[in-house]
């Protein structure tokens, strides 16, 4: 998939699951969302491929350096210290609940990177008998519109989903009717 596609639907699922533990911040999850969105996609993207000359000029490959499951928790964890160091000194030293929703979103940053790869022509990369393997559950170019426009969509329905659920439990938190 396109960088752009992971963006959003990374953001999209990061602000979902932010909004089930965290109901009291939207907008401040979007933003960190976000950062850890383009921090943790880029450093998967730009380490986990190289380059490769071939007779039609230079292709990007992928490696399994990022492009595995694991890997992918780890790297994206490590694109959201930068994030954790900001907050930290923002809110001071001590833990509260956007760090650990920063936290949760650097963990699930990776995850879903791999997602949305694993419907690319290559897939990823899983471990079978000691070798790296390819596995991919369809076989969509990275450039497909079909593809990338429905993961566009569906990290956008995410968001509004967020949305919808902060907005629930902000006005039921301060509007109780009892029928």
Do not use: C
């Not at 965290?22 to 730009?46: A, E, P, T």
């Not at 509260?96 to 650097?106: E, F, H, P, S, V």
């Not at 990369?125 to 990275?142: M, Q, T």
């Amino acid at each position: 998939m396109k960088l752009r596609t992971h963006f959003v639907f990374s953001v999209g699922l990061l602000v979902l699951v932010n909004s089930f533990v965290f109901s009291s911040f939207y907008f401040s999850s979007l933003l960190v969302s976000s950062f850890i969105s383009v921090l943790g996609n880029s450093v998967i993207d730009k380490l986990g491929h190289r380059e490769v000359l071939t007779r039609r000029g230079q292709v990007p490959v992928r490696t399994p350096l990022t492009h595995t499951l694991p890997r992918s928790v780890f790297w994206g964890f490590i694109a959201s210290i930068p994030v954790i160091v900001v907050l930290s000194l923002l809110y001071g030293v001590a833990f509260n609940a956007q760090i650990l929703a920063t936290l949760i979103g650097g963990i699930l940053v990776g995850p879903s990177h791999m997602l949305l790869d694993v419907f690319t022509e290559r897939g990823i990369y899983v471990k079978r008998k000691g070798k790296w393997k390819r596995f991919a559950l369809a076989h969509f170019s990275y450039d497909n519109p079909l593809a990338n426009g429905i993961a566009i969509l569906a990290g956008v329905i995410m968001l509004f989903a967020a949305l919808y659920l902060h907005n629930y439990h902000f006005y039921y938190h301060y509007y109780k009717y009892y029928f």
